[in-house]
């Protein structure tokens, strides 16, 4: 796995962002844990698709399943703002969400040019059949289906986007 092996990210060390994608299941969230928690703040959209659907379901428990797509604008909104927020404040960040193409990467990359910021991306390009055998063993599994048609979408970043450093990892 990836996220066994040493890894030096001394590269993304100064930088402001630091963002983090792959397939779900791919341990995305277990690595900016293990190697980017250190003086970084994170933000993910999984988690604020799960505070909303909570605060206006009155702590109903929130699933993919459950979640109302017409809300992710909104979940957008929240996000950017969060970010915005944040990097306005001085703090270093770890966006942690799938990022699996460059449109899914591209308002991220747009958003930290346009604050000054610098941003670098860490991808954990782990196979799909990992990645379903994980998710069916997680506590909140998300549809096979989406692990699928991420995986046909998905492309490698590198540098051409605006990233200042691109790390990755298989």
Known sequence: ??????????????????????????????????????????????????????????????????????????VSH??????????ENQKKLVIDNTSINRDARASHVKLARSLHKSIGMVFLDVSPRVCLERNA????PVPESLIANLA?????PDR?????EVLVLS
Not at 78 to 87: A, G, S, T
Not at 137 to 140: A, K, R, V, Y
């Open 152 to 156: 046909a979408a998905m492309e490698l």
């Open 160 to 164: 051409s986007e605006g990233f200042r």
């Open 1 to 74: 796995m990836a996220t066994e092996k040493p890894i030096s990210l001394a590269a993304f060390d100064e930088l402001d962002i630091v963002m983090l994608g792959g397939l779900p299941a791919c341990g995305k969230s277990r690595f900016a844990t293990t190697h980017l928690k250190q003086g970084r703040l994170r933000v993910n959209r999984k988690e604020i698709r799960r505070m909303l659907f909570e605060m206006t379901h009155f702590g109903e428990p929130w699933s993919d399943e459950v979640f109302d797509h017409s809300d992710e604008y909104l």
């Open 78 to 87: 929240v996000e950017r703002r969060i970010i915005e927020h944040l990097l």
């Open 137 to 140: 063993s997680s506590d909140q």
